[in-house]
Structures are given as structure tokens and as C-alpha cells.
């Protein structure tokens, strides 16, 4: 594989963790740090060992030695960050969710398209082994028919107003930041198109949603339950139950290295763990690596039409709170 060369929307936390695993992985090159800051930019790239710092991002979007970006910015300026990148001919590795909405997503997928360009979701938890075994299995038959999901991502967090989980204007609220995961993982093992979405949420006084509760329910009769806060905390638990067993990720679903398969009478069966070669984060990096060095514009991991069911799905749930954001 020939070096892939990196670019960087962003020094937040996220760019900081992506940067980690990037430096380590092998045919990785880091090009370019970019922030709208350059005094932070240039930290950012003394640290992890970029090649260039820039204080602007359109600079970096029109740098012709970057092969892909990563988007690390807030939700609210996915939309125009990627649709920049697009238009500068880059392809992008966009952190979710990728946009607010689906509209967002659709003029996104429309001119990579056009420009036959590689993009994808970063939904790590779709690239990490585990969540690969657990396929694995219910693709093998080993569960019978997938009929249910449950899964929760719920974590206490402190109010901190000038955090972006808490400012609407920065696509604030549960949905886009915890419940993407538990509602990816349903629609990836019941499918994308469930026949009715009942959901609920808890408002916060920031005008932001502090816990969801979603319920799909499916044309075959399978359904999923997901939970999804930043008031409570759970072990973050996930299950895959089949007419013939069922799959249990570890604790911490989103992030766990553990997954077991059990019969229908819960006796187990067959185990799987592992531990990350960096960080996690290079189970991601490496696929979108893989699919450049074939010319694939889309991963066959993390598929775009995926991205968009679970988008749609977010969107109804939106619709039926009466919630929306500044920039819609």
C-alpha cells in the first residue's frame, strides 16, 4: 500500500485521539494540521508530527498534497467542512454524525458522487473485530434470524455550557452524539428500514435533548430498544437476539473488545476478545486507507446508504419531539 497522505479538520479531543492511532499507523503520512487557530495548529502538529500547520481550512482544502481529511470539527459544521473538500476534489473521513440532518447527508453523498469521491462515516464501532465477529456469526446462521436488539449508551456527564455536547448551535443533545450508536448497530442487524419509530425525549433548559428513548419496530416483527443519555449512566450494555441465540457485547459496547455468543438456552458457545493494536481508532483509519489504495469511493464496512437510514431514523425521531437546530 503507498503512503495516505492525512489532513485534519480540527485539534479538539477527538483530533487528538485520531492523531494518536494515526501516527502509528503503518502507510500513514500526516500532512496537515489545520485549526482556526494557527497558534493551536502548529502545537497540534510539533506534538503528533505533522508536516504543516494551518490557522485556516480552506488552506488545507486546497493543499494538493493531502490525499483525505478527517473531519474532527463540531456537528453543526460537518455540512459545510466536507462540502468544502468535496469541491477542493479531497476525499473525506467525516466524524459522526456527519451532518445534523438528512438533507445535510444528501447534498453530501450527491457531489461525492459526482466527483467520484471517497467518503465515509468515521462509525468506528462498525471496523472494530468485535462488531466483526458478532457479523460474522449472525451472517453464519449461528443466532438463527436476528428478531431483537437492545442496546444502551448512557454516561453521566456535567453540564458544562461551553461544551459542544451542551450548545445547541454546536448539534448538542444525545441523539447525534450516543444514540447514532445504538440506533447504527440496530439498524445494521434488523435492517434500515423499520415500519414504525416511537421515541421520546427528555429536554434539557439549554433546549437540548439530555436523554432519548427510541423504540423500531420492523415489518417482520423484529424490533430494537435503545437508550441513549448524558443524565444517567448504564454498563452500556448491547445484545443481538436470535430465534436460535444470541450475541452479548461486553460493557461498553461502543468500545468494549469482548463479544460471546450463547445458545437459546444461554449456555455459551463461542467467545471473542482481542486488544487494540493503538487505540481503537486505527480499525477505521485503516479501512478508509484500504478502500483509497483500491479506488473504492464508498467502505463496504460502513456503508453509505447505512449512514442514511440511520440519519432518516434520527430525523424522525427529531420530527416527532419537535426538536430542531438553529441551523435548520
Not at 36 to 60: D, I, M, P
Not at 68 to 77: D, E, H
Not at 265 to 286: A, K, P, S, V
Request: glycine share 8%; proline share 2%; charged share 25%.
Amino acid at each position: 500500500m503507498k503512503k495516505i497522505r492525512w489532513g485534519i479538520f480540527g485539534t479538539g479531543a477527538i483530533a487528538h485521539t485520531f492523531s494518536d492511532a494515526l501516527s502509528k499507523c503503518e502507510n500513514a503520512e500526516l500532512c496537515v494540521i489545520s485549526s482556526r487557530s494557527e497558534e493551536k495548529a502548529k502545537a497540534f502538529a510539533e506534538k503528533y508530527g505533522f508536516k504543516k500547520a494551518y490557522g485556516s481550512y480552506e488552506l488545507l482544502a486546497a493543499d494538493p498534497e493531502v490525499d483525505i481529511v478527517y473531519i474532527a470539527t463540531p456537528m453543526s459544521s460537518h455540512y459545510d467542512d466536507v462540502m468544502l473538500c468535496l469541491r477542493r476534489g479531497k476525499n473525506v473521513l467525516c466524524e459522526k454524525s456527519v451532518t445534523l440532518n438528512q438533507w445535510q447527508l444528501d447534498d453530501i453523498l450527491t457531489l461525492a458522487r459526482e466527483k467520484r469521491l471517497f467518503f465515509m462515516e468515521a462509525m468506528w464501532l462498525k471496523c472494530r473485530p468485535s462488531y466483526l465477529k458478532a457479523k460474522e456469526w449472525v451472517q453464519s446462521g449461528r443466532i438463527g434470524k436476528a428478531k431483537a436488539v437492545k442496546a444502551d449508551f448512557c454516561n453521566t456527564v456535567p453540564v458544562d455550557m461551553n461544551s459542544r455536547l451542551f450548545r445547541l448551535d454546536c448539534g448538542g443533545g444525545s441523539l447525534l452524539d450516543l444514540a447514532v450508536y445504538p440506533l447504527t448497530l440496530a439498524a445494521d442487524f434488523l435492517g434500515n428500514y423499520p415500519c414504525e419509530i416511537t421515541s421520546s425525549a427528555v429536554m434539557g433548559d439549554m433546549g437540548i435533548d439530555l436523554t432519548d428513548l427510541i423504540h423500531l419496530t420492523y415489518a417482520d416483527g423484529s424490533h430494537a430498544s435503545v437508550t441513549a443519555s448524558m443524565q444517567i449512566c448504564s454498563d452500556n450494555s448491547a445484545s443481538v437476539i436470535g430465534t436460535d441465540g444470541f450475541i452479548l457485547f461486553d460493557s461498553g459496547f461502543v468500545w468494549s473488545c469482548g463479544v460471546t455468543l450463547y445458545d437459546k438456552n444461554g449456555i455459551e458457545l463461542d467467545r471473542f476478545e482481542y486488544q487494540n493494536d493503538i487505540n481503537g481508532y486505527e480499525y477505521e483509519i485503516r479501512e478508509a486507507m484500504r478502500c483509497l489504495s483500491e479506488g473504492l469511493t464508498e467502505s463496504p464496512l460502513v456503508k453509505q446508504c447505512d449512514t442514511e437510514a440511520v440519519m432518516k431514523i434520527m430525523d424522525s425521531c427529531r420530527e416527532q419531539w419537535g426538536f430542531s437546530y438553529p441551523e435548520e
